[in-house]
């Protein structure tokens, strides 16, 4: 069974840092790219970032490009999400998704961590 | 990035109505079209991939059409079971992979 989850969501104040896991199992990790999307509250979905089955290709939202870094970890079957100078408008559930080859699509989601920028 | 525009925004049904919701891409995306329905705390759940084709499980009412840069989801006889939220979504991008802005259909 494909497994997603999420960790690391919290409450934070604006300008501080936070780094999201996604721990995944049932599936061969190292074979597929990974992505972040989130969603505030009441709100649509944003894709966040993707990473590249060996982490050799990364890309970002222009929201989040130069404060959002993604990472993988494939020996120990990890997503990472650094996120750095977080806003108010950063507050969403932040959900690790897997990337289909076939189809080509989100074809499994986590259940999402709720990450809450405020002072 | 490509940006997905999708219409309505919301939309009222009664069962057993035809409901159409269109998605526009700002460039040709072939058929990487990609369509997902989330119900009320859920995460999203890959509904047709490939812009026409149904994912497994996924009830013969929802189909959906299209190519380049004009799709359509028609949900042909609503069910109360069919009320949420309904994304586009394009994967034509190497990494990228934006989002419509979302309709959400209410069951009356």
């Known amino acids: 069974e494909v497994q997603l989850v999420e960790s690391g969501g919290g409450l934070v104040q604006p300008g501080r840092s936070l780094r999201l896991s996604c721990a995944i199992s049932?599936?061969?990790?190292?074979?597929?790219?990974m992505h972040w999307v989130r969603q505030a509250p009441g709100e649509g979905l944003e894709w966040v970032s993707g990473?590249?089955?060996?982490?050799?290709?990364?890309g970002y939202a222009d929201s989040v490009r130069g404060r959002f870094t993604i990472s993988r970890d494939n020996a120990k079957n990890s997503l990472y999400l650094q996120m750095n100078s977080l806003r108010p408008e950063d507050t969403a559930f932040y959900y690790c998704?897997?990337?289909?080859?076939?189809?080509?699509?989100?074809?499994?989601w986590g259940q999402g961590t709720l990450v809450t920028v405020s002072s | 990035d490509i940006q997905m525009t999708q219409s309505p925004s919301s939309l009222s049904a009664s069962v057993g109505d035809r409901v159409t919701i269109s998605c526009r891409a700002s460039?040709?995306?072939?058929?990487?079209l990609n369509w997902y329905q989330q119900r009320p705390e859920e995460p999203p759940k890959l509904l047709i991939f490939?812009?026409?084709n149904l994912q497994s499980g996924v009830p013969s009412r929802f189909s959906a059409s299209g190519s380049g840069t004009d799709f359509t989801l028609t949900i042909d006889g609503v069910q109360p079971e069919d009320s949420a939220a309904y994304f586009c979504?394009?994967?034509?991008?190497?990494?990228?992979?934006?989002f419509g802005q979302g309709t959400k259909v209410e069951i009356k």
């Open positions: 998704v897997k990337a289909g080859y076939s189809p080509r699509a989100f074809d499994y």
């Open positions: 049932g599936f061969t990790f190292d074979s597929y790219a």
């Open positions: 990473i590249s089955w060996n982490g050799a290709n990364t």
């Open positions: 460039q040709n995306i072939g058929p990487f």
């Open positions: 490939a812009a026409s």
């Open positions: 979504h394009q994967s034509h991008s190497s990494l990228a992979w934006t």
